[in-house]
Structures are given as C-alpha cells and as structure tokens.
C-alpha cells in the first residue's frame, strides 16, 4: 500500500507560477519501480492527465500544459514534482498524485492540492 502526499497548492496570478510535490510512503527501492502521475479535476469536467514520469524518466505530458509544465522526480526522496510556469485561469483543479506499477498494477491516489489561478 502506497500513501501519497501532496503540497504546494495554492492561489496565484494568472502568469505566475507553482511548484507541487508529492512525497511517497514505502522504501525508495520501491519507489522507483513506479511510474508517477499528475492528474487534476476542474469542477464539471473530467479527471485529466497532466503529466507521467516512469522510474526511468520517460516524460509524457497532457496537451493543455505541454510547454508550460515540467514532471520530475527524486528516487532517493521518493518525491514526484510538478513545476507549473505561465499559469492559466484554465489550470484551475484540484491536482492529484497517482502512483502504479506496472500496467496492470492498482494505481494509488493522494488527497489532492488545490490550486487556484486567479487576479
């Protein structure tokens, strides 16, 4: 069972930016065997893909940040980053860590951090 945490959210300027983390529960031998996700919920609309980094560094990023964000991670603090630059009004979400596997592993969630865009 993994647990996920994160931070960083907050409120900020349209053009600003933020820097979420999510530190993961477990061992770090553990850790990066994961591939690491951001996901975000915006109220009425679907869950979105923002951002996946596997344990070896493959980045994919969703088309409505590429460009403006940037995934990382620390194996050895177990922790998943989401640098946010030129934020949007649009970016608007609860932004969640996801933590899988393998393809057919069950996938874990964090709590969630919210962040708000706005002037």
């Known amino acids: 069972q993994v647990q996920l945490v994160e931070s960083g959210g907050g409120l900020v300027q349209p053009g600003g930016s933020l820097r979420l983390s999510c530190v993961a529960s477990g061992t770090a031998t553990a850790f990066i065997l994961n591939t690491m996700r951001w996901y975000r919920q915006a109220p009425g609309k679907q869950r979105e893909l923002v951002a996946s980094?596997?344990?070896?560094?493959?980045?994919i990023y969703g088309d409505s940040v590429k460009g403006r964000f940037t995934i990382s991670r620390d194996n050895p603090k177990k922790t998943v980053y989401l640098q946010m630059n030129s934020l949007k009004s649009e970016d608007t979400a609860v932004y969640y860590c996801?933590?899988?596997?393998?393809?057919?592993?069950?996938?874990?969630w964090g709590q969630g951090t919210q962040v708000t865009v706005s002037s």
């Open positions: 980094i596997t344990g070896t560094g493959t980045i």
């Open positions: 996801n933590a899988q596997r393998g393809i057919a592993s069950s996938a874990w």
